[in-house]
């Protein structure tokens, strides 16, 4: 089934800083800055502006001691009042500075999770990508929590090293240049080598914390995922008085996720261990590196006011080369946390781009015009068919037993189609393989109108019920009224809309909200009984009225009237039916059945004494 070597592939590859990190990291880099005049280059560059600015002005304030110490030892009021004033001015400046600094960090930190997320979303939810991800591919955990928690935290990191990431290349060079000024080739050439040994220890600490971050996150999706199935389902739950057992297993995931965050604090203390060692020892180098000039003579003439002045200033400029180059150590802890979010989004982006190009070469139809309500009008082949099945063979993924074998079958307009068989034999397969969900193991199976109004339109055996007004629940997955309402008023789409509640047999629920357009913050699920569900599917079905409905247990939680009044309502509405059910009364409304016998047999019969057809189709547009 889709993608599988790649997964496995991408499974045996564990989070680590590797090549595959660099790769990744460039590749979401490309996305958050997709070209030179976009908002996110735009404000990178102020950034730089406004920390090269702030380094400047850190520079004279850090200078300011040793102008101090000459009108201090000179006792020059005068110079100590004019130098206060400069200081404050500085002050001033550099915490107006910093206030910026922080400001476009955060700017660039919303704007970098709006272009990742949408840039996620716009992959995710291309064609039956968002299907496969989360019921058939099992080797990316949690795409929800990879999308809303790890890009946002992704972000959040990013933009606290962006300021200091930034700016390290201009002070570097510049206190590297004024370093090696006060002290000689000796200064930077330590500097640099107590850096090079930081950053191989750093990188041997951070390994095992990259992999365990990837893992700690999994396990928080998990975690969450647990919580959102006892409140979808606390009904059913409740029933059970499954408090205990839920109890349990909801603490035995806590527990999976606390172990391992505690391991991650272990393995982050040695990373501490080491950045901290090295920030100190980086103050205590400073002073070997002025010790070195004063030692062998090199100030031997000055008077001891030139000469604290001269440590007090090379102090500052050694430290300062130092604290660029700890500050970059300081920022692994940051990196390892990057790092691992990094690996979470890169395989999850690796993985839809797997899907899709799959998808496009399965079914070049896939992609954009896949989608509900940009395909009204296409798909060349016969009219009066909606589906044409030639030695069509499906199994389920991961098993190697095909559910049916060589299946010949043409769906044509004004033929109704019952499937039957027993449980488990692959009904909804076949409808999976007919909505290209599931591809198929052989054979040919091409739908041959378009989906939607005027096409075809799946009931799918759980109701969807979307979030939103009622009216959002009739028009689903319409974004809008109706097309043939919209060239009349919106009134005409509420009177159809208010004729289908009631022909479906839930006109109460508008009464319920309180107007077809009003806010209701309830879970749909949660306060509408099955039955009323499947009626609320009828309607929507009535609303769009499919050329072809294929209803997959449509009716199951409905009485025997009920179901013979909505089956009625549909072929009065010209709708050509293709039901998947097990009870016997479903047989009068159809002419064919095709029974699934398991182990890949089939049989196609023809019923017997069917119902006519009226038009109500024109009457209702
Ligand atoms: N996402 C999936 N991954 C793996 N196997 C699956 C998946 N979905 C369904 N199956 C398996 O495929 C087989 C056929 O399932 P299908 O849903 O088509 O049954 P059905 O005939 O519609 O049953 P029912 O009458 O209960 O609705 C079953 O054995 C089922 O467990």
């Given amino acids: 089934m889709p993608c599988l070597e790649k997964s496995k592939e991408r499974r045996t590859n564990g989070p680590k800083l590797d090549w595959t990190f660099v790769q990744r990291f460039c590749s979401i880099q490309r996305v958050l800055f997709p070209s030179w005049s976009s908002q996110s280059v735009l404000m990178f560059g102020t950034l ?50 910093k206030s910026l600094d922080q400001y476009i960090c955060n700017q660039m930190y919303v704007s970098w999770r709006t272009t990742l997320t949408e840039s996620l979303h716009s992959s995710y939810f291309q064609g039956r990508v968002y299907y496969i991800l989360n019921v058939l591919q099992e080797d990316i955990d949690n795409p929800d929590q990879r999308i809303s928690q790890d890009v946002e935290r992704f972000c959040k990191q990013m933009s606290t090293m962006a300021s200091r990431l930034i700016v390290s290349p201009f002070t570097i060079s510049y206190y590297t240049y004024q370093c090696f000024r006060s002290t000689g080739w000796i200064g930077p050439v330590s500097i640099f080598g107590y850096f090079v040994v930081g950053t191989i220890a750093n990188k041997i600490l951070m390994g095992p914390i990259v992999s365990t971050l990837f893992e700690q996150e999994k396990l928080e999706g998990d975690f969450r995922f647990k919580h959102m199935q006892i409140r979808v389902n606390a009904e059913s739950a409740a029933f059970f008085r499954a408090g205990k057992v839920e109890h349990m297993r909801t603490d035995r995931r806590l527990q999976a996720l606390l172990q391992t965050q505690k391991s991650l604090i272990n393995k982050e203390l040695w990373l501490y261990i080491g950045v901290n060692t090295f920030d100190y020892l980086g103050g205590f180098l400073s002073y070997i590196i002025i010790a070195i000039p004063i030692f062998t003579g090199v100030y031997d003439g000055l008077t001891p006011g030139e000469l604290s002045a001269l440590i007090s ?60 309500d940009s395909d009204f009008n296409v798909h060349a082949g016969p009219v009066d068919t909606a589906f044409i099945l030639d030695r069509l063979s499906y199994k389920s993924p991961y098993s190697d037993q095909l559910l049916v074998e060589d299946l010949s079958l043409k769906i044509s307009q004004g033929t109704h189609l019952l499937v039957v068989g027993n449980t488990g034999t692959g009904k909804t397969s076949l409808l999976r393989v007919l909505n290209r969900l599931w591809e198929a193991h052989s054979g040919f199976v091409q739908m041959t109108t378009c989906f939607g109004p005027r096409g075809t339109l799946f009931l799918p055996q759980k109701p969807y019920m979307t979030d939103g007004t009622l009216r959002e629940q009739v028009i689903y997955p319409l974004k809008d009224i109706y097309p043939a309402s919209a060239s009349f008023s919106g009134s005409v789409d509420d009177d159809r809309i208010m004729q289908f509640l009631e022909l479906a047999g839930v006109s109460s629920l508008l009464k319920r909200t309180g107007g077809l357009d009003e806010k209701v913050d309830w879970n749909w699920y ?56 097990h009870r016997s009364s479903l047989e009068k409304y159809h002419d064919m059945q095709l029974k699934l016998c398991g182990e890949g047999r089939w049989e196609l019969t023809k019923l017997k004494g069917t119902s006519g057809t009226l038009s109500l189709r024109q009457e209702a547009t």
């Fill in 313 to 372: 200033k090379n102090a500052f400029v050694c430290i300062y080369l130092i604290n660029g180059f700890t500050q970059l150590i300081d920022l692994s802890t940051t990196l390892s946390d990057v790092a691992g979010y990094t690996h979470r989004i890169g395989e999850l982006r690796e993985a839809m781009d797997d899907i899709l190009h799959k998808q496009c070469d399965y079914d070049p139809a896939s992609g954009e015009s896949y989608d509900f």
């Fill in 48 to 97: 730089l502006g406004v920390t090269l600015t702030e380094q400047l002005i850190i520079y004279q304030v850090g200078i300011l001691p040793s102008h101090f110490y000459n009108v201090l030892a000179d006792k020059d009021y005068s110079g100590f009042r004019s130098l206060m004033g400069t200081a404050m001015v500085l002050i001033l400046l550099n915490s107006t500075l």
């Fill in 526 to 581: 949660d306060v509408l009984s099955p039955g009323e569900m499947q009626r609320l599917s009828f309607a929507r079905l009535f609303y769009l009225q499919p050329k072809y409905a294929v209803l997959d247990e449509a009716t199951s939680a409905l009485t025997e009237e009920a179901e013979a009044q909505l089956y009625r309502t549909c072929k009065q509405l010209g709708m050509t039916l293709i039901s998947l059910g």
